[in-house]
């Protein structure tokens, strides 16, 4: 979620001109993260919540490479995503653990 919002004030950055380019494609890639890791986990099998924490991945890359795009075609600076950038990280993480445990091949912490 913080990453969907820390999105949403990078948004309101961008040039008026980009709002149904690159800033709806951030928005819907960064909040699809967290909604699908919702809805998966609302299904109520293992195998159901694997495949969303799996298509929460793919936002993630999404949402990861439109911040660095947006940088490449200086909308933004590196200062101004690295936050976001940070928080993609820390999510993948949490995301590849998640999916490790769920598909039983890592082990819960102690």
Known sequence: MRLAAESYRLAGLLPRAEEYR????????AASVPANIAEGHS??????????????????????????????VELLRDEQVRASLELCAETGRMLNALLGRLRGTLKPNP
């Not at 159901?48 to 660095?68: C, H, K, P, Q, V």
């Open 22 to 29: 690159l800033t709806g494609q951030l928005l819907r890639a």
């Open 43 to 72: 299904r109520g099998t293992r195998k159901d919540y694997a495949n969303f924490i799996s298509i929460a991945r793919g936002s993630l890359a999404e949402t990861e490479t439109i911040l660095l795009l947006l940088v490449d």
